[in-house]
Every structure is written in C-alpha cells, then in structure tokens.
C-alpha cells in the first residue's frame, strides 16, 4: 500500500479524495470509484504501485500519438481500475477490473525506465487505463525516465482537479487526451462525469506547459457525432487551444454496454474530418479504420504530404531533421528530432520478470 496524495479529513471522519472531481468520501476500509484509491487506517492509500495488468512495446502512433517523435517504439503499461464509467469503454477488461490479483507484472519506476532504455524505446507510456488514478505511480515513473533520457506519455481522459494536474501534466512529455463529446449531457449519460474538468486539463496542458498534446474524440452514431456538436467542438480546440493541436477522430464498435450501437461509418469520419478542417484545424486525422490519406500528415503551409502512414507503418517523409517541411520550410509542429523511426507495426510484448 503506497501513500497516496491529494485528500483531506472531512468533519464527520470520512477521508475526502481529492484527485478526482469525484470527491469519493471513504469510511475506512473502503474504496474509491477509481478502486485502486483507498483508505487505510487515517491515511489515503494507492494499492496498485508498482504492479501492473502487463507491459507491451507499441508504434508510438497507436496511443494515438502522430507528432511525437514519429515511428519510434513506446513501453506502453497500465494498472487497473478508472475514474470514469464509460458504457462504451472498449478497454473495459483492464479499465474496469475489480481484480487485484490481475496486476501480476511487478515493476518499479526505476526498472520500467531502465527497462525502456535497454529496449531502445524513445518513451514509455501510461496507457489501458487512466494514470490520473495511479498519479503517484506515474509520476514517480517519469521521474525515473526523465533521469534515464526516456520521455513519459500520458494517455488520459484528463478528468482531474486543479492541484494534481499542475503535478502531472509538467511530468509529461506528451499527453493524448480524450475528449469524449463536446455536451455536458453526453458526458453525464455515458461517462458518469461532467465535461467541465476535462475542458480546463486540455487548456492548462496546451497553455501552461511543455507537454505535447493531441486529442481523441471517439466518434459513436447518434451520440456525440451530430454536425452541431462537431463544429462547436472544433471552434472551441481553435479558439482555447489553437488550430496546430492534432485531433484524431476514432471509429467506434460495439463493446462493453454499448453492444447494441452500430459501427462508426467511414463517411462519419470523413465528415468529422471535413468538419474540423472547415473550422480551421489543420491536422485532423481518423482512427480504427483503414484510410491512408486521412491518417496521414500534411504541411500547413504548401500542403504537401509529409510523413505517410498505413496503419502505423511510416511511408513518405518529406521533413528535415528540425522538423520542417523540406518542399516549403514550414514548420511541422510537434516533436521531431532527425530521422523518423523504423519500429512499424509491431507489438511486442516484454515480460518484466525475465529482464
């Protein structure tokens, strides 16, 4: 059990958690809606530190990650348990486990990093589940990487309070964060969280750090993919954020408790796409289908297309080792630092034990 930050001692006894904006209030022995968060005696605990549900090295494209050192290899891993309850969750096996024993991988931050370096991965990534919830975790992790030359990503739906999010999105060299919709009722039906602290984590981690983001909408039919609700989406990322943050559209399928909603059509995100380059974002990409063009990177300036991607498989590069486009000398924003990587598609797993 891990001590854990961000709580206090509400008048009637009960600790108050305050990572989230769930607020769980706990008697002792219970647990937070996160599940891993509890309390122990006077004291907040984090009783997944250190453990997780298994580790995997990934194209840093699939978190999706498509202007953060492109082409390199990613240790990805995660823990249990998340801090929302999405009914379309399609990460439901490990995001909302109630299993313990299911975290059987042990590693400390210090192995993970050195782990990562010998495998020649470029970052290691908080992914499957949420970090917000294993905070202590993650940013203990990135202090390790950060010592051994390794950069930390943050995959996140950025539902967290003010106090911690100035701890954790600075220990972060790049974050993609979800955006689930842009409606308040979306939100609350279908996440059981409000969209309120999600908006205010995107702009401080745009605005007011060095962290690299990009943003994922998971676009489900007849929810969140009304034409209304994608232009004001798109004008608030332009207006709040800027028109250089990346925004992928993702295509969703049946899973979890949504087993009864239709696939997203290929023309939905072509639309979404259109939608937001219409608004003024001038790198959208698509997700979870295959579409060479629209998952491609394109020069803001003449247009030309600068890094090709099938899948995750890197094709055309047209930019210099500084990141720019060498037809017109535009800069590509992001994090581009010499030649792409070669890593591909590949998905290899690591079992932490035998290293």
């Given at each position: 059990?891990?001590?854990?930050?961000?709580?206090?001692?509400?008048?009637?006894?009960?600790?108050?958690?305050t990572l989230c904006p769930r607020f769980c209030t706990l008697r002792e022995g219970q647990r937070g809606m996160c599940f891993v968060r509890m309390r122990e005696g006077d004291r907040?605990?984090?009783?997944?530190?250190?453990?997780?549900?298994?580790?995997?090295?990934?194209?840093?494209e699939k978190k999706p990650l498509n202007h953060f050192l492109p082409?390199?290899?990613?240790?990805?891993?995660?823990?249990?348990?998340?801090?929302?309850?999405?009914?379309?969750?399609?990460?439901?096996?490990?995001?909302?486990?109630?299993?313990?024993d299911s975290l059987a991988h042990s590693a400390s931050p210090e192995a993970i990093a050195r782990v990562a370096r010998e495998k020649g991965c470029a970052s290691v990534a908080f992914t499957y589940n949420d970090p917000v919830i294993f905070h202590e975790y993650a940013l203990d992790t990135a202090a390790a990487c950060r010592e051994a030359?390794?950069?930390?990503?943050?995959?996140?739906?950025?539902?967290i309070c003010e106090v911690p999010r100035a701890e954790f999105f600075p220990a972060m060299d790049a974050a993609n964060i979800d955006l689930k919709g842009f409606s308040e009722d979306f939100y609350r039906k279908l996440?059981?969280?409000?969209?309120?602290?999600?908006?205010?984590?995107?702009?401080?981690?745009?605005?007011?750090?060095?962290?690299?983001?990009?943003?994922?909408?998971?676009?489900?039919p007849g929810e969140n993919d009304s034409?209304?609700?994608?232009?004001?989406?798109?004008?608030?990322?332009v207006d709040r954020c800027g028109p250089d943050v990346p925004v992928h559209f993702t295509a969703f399928?049946?899973?979890?408790?949504?087993l009864s909603h239709q696939r997203t059509p290929l023309e939905t995100l072509l639309r979404?796409?259109?939608?937001?380059?219409a608004a003024g974002l001038r790198h959208v990409y698509i997700g979870n289908v295959h579409h060479e063009p629209a998952q491609s990177s394109y020069c803001s300036g003449c247009g030309e297309k600068v890094i090709g991607r099938d899948w995750h498989e890197l094709s055309e590069w047209r930019l210099d080792d500084t990141g720019h486009c060498t037809a017109c000398g535009t800069v590509f924003p992001g994090v581009i630092e010499g030649p792409p990587g070669r890593w591909g598609r590949r998905r290899e797993p690591v079992l932490m034990q035998e290293i």
């Open positions: 059990m891990h001590p854990a930050r961000h709580w206090t001692e509400e008048d009637d006894g009960r600790l108050k958690c907040m605990v984090l009783d997944t530190y250190g453990r997780s549900t298994g580790f995997c090295i990934d194209p840093i082409g390199s290899p990613v240790l990805s891993f995660g823990t249990a348990g998340c801090n929302l309850a999405c009914k379309f969750c399609q990460n439901h096996e490990i995001s909302k486990s109630r299993e313990v030359g390794v950069r930390s990503v943050a995959v996140t739906a950025g539902y996440t059981g969280a409000q969209i309120g602290p999600v908006l205010e984590a995107i702009e401080y981690a745009v605005n007011e750090t060095d962290c690299w983001v990009e943003l994922t909408t998971l676009l489900i034409q209304g609700e994608l232009e004001e989406m798109s004008r608030w990322v399928h049946p899973d979890h408790r949504m979404a796409r259109q939608v937001a380059q």
